[in-house]
């Protein structure tokens, strides 16, 4: 009936209340089920609370964001990865320069190099969609040529770097393990 | 012309507060805006807005 009338019912305070009480039981719930080992209700309630989120949006009848908030946002984003990135480096020399005392150390400094790179790949990738692509003529072409480039460069990678086509020790004998393109190692296979 | 900052916005699109910030002179509108708050008053832009 609601969404048929297609009434907006709700203030843009109502939706930015229920939007925080929201994201306080998505969080509670999310922590929970990830201290108990159950990474299935995070992904599901993700999945349900956006969809919540798009309805709740819907139903606003006042404006929740215009160019003010997109141009603010844009600043916003670009000095939190900025603030991010400077942190995660700094914090990844640390740890990294730190794993003879703690091993443990060594991910954490890995994680952090990877989160940063991976943000600011994607956010060179997002920046050029915006900026360049977004205002072509022909950007589906462009889009698609540069996924499957993107895609084909992925699947390289992965065979020449991920250790498929290796040699590996089974039942004290090394086994090729795909095609390796060089010999067995010289170590005694235990 | 008798109109609410809320009236505006809503004709327009955008929040009170940038209508706000509009008429403090402490945001520059698009030209998009510009022209739309303009065509609400049945004003040239730049009898709204100077620059």
Redesign the interface.
């Known amino acids: 009936m609601l969404i048929k009338s297609n009434k907006k019912i709700m203030t843009i305070k109502q939706y930015q209340a229920a939007r925080l009480a929201l994201i306080i039981v998505l969080s509670i719930i999310v922590s929970q089920a990830i201290i108990f080992k159950n990474y299935i209700i995070p992904i599901f309630l993700l999945i349900v609370s956006s969809l919540i989120m798009i309805y709740m949006r819907r139903q606003v009848k ?8 997109y141009a603010t946002g844009g600043k916003a984003a670009l000095l939190t990865i900025q603030i991010y990135s400077w942190a995660a480096v700094i914090f990844m020399f640390i740890t990294y320069g730190l794993r003879d005392i703690n091993p443990a150390y060594e991910p954490i400094g890995l994680t952090l190099a990877f989160s940063t790179c991976i943000l600011m790949l994607l956010y060179s990738v997002i920046f050029h969609y915006y900026n360049k692509v977004k205002l072509m003529d022909k950007k589906f072409i462009y889009t698609a040529f540069v996924l499957a480039l993107f895609i084909a460069m992925a699947i390289a990678s992965l065979r020449l770097f991920s250790g498929e086509d290796n040699w590996i020790c089974k039942d004290g004998q090394w086994t090729p393990h795909g095609h390796p393109s060089f010999s067995a190692p010289a170590a005694v296979c235990k | 012309m008798n109109i609410t900052q809320e009236n505006l ?2 004709l327009v ?3 009170r ?2 209508i706000v ?1 509009l008429e403090q002179g402490k ?1 520059n ?2 030209l ?2 510009a022209r739309n708050i303009a065509k609400v008053f049945k004003k040239k832009i730049e009898e709204v807005f100077s620059f």
């Open positions: 006042e404006v929740i964001a215009d160019e003010r908030d | 916005a809503n699109g955008v929040r507060e940038t910030f945001y509108p698009s998009l805006l």
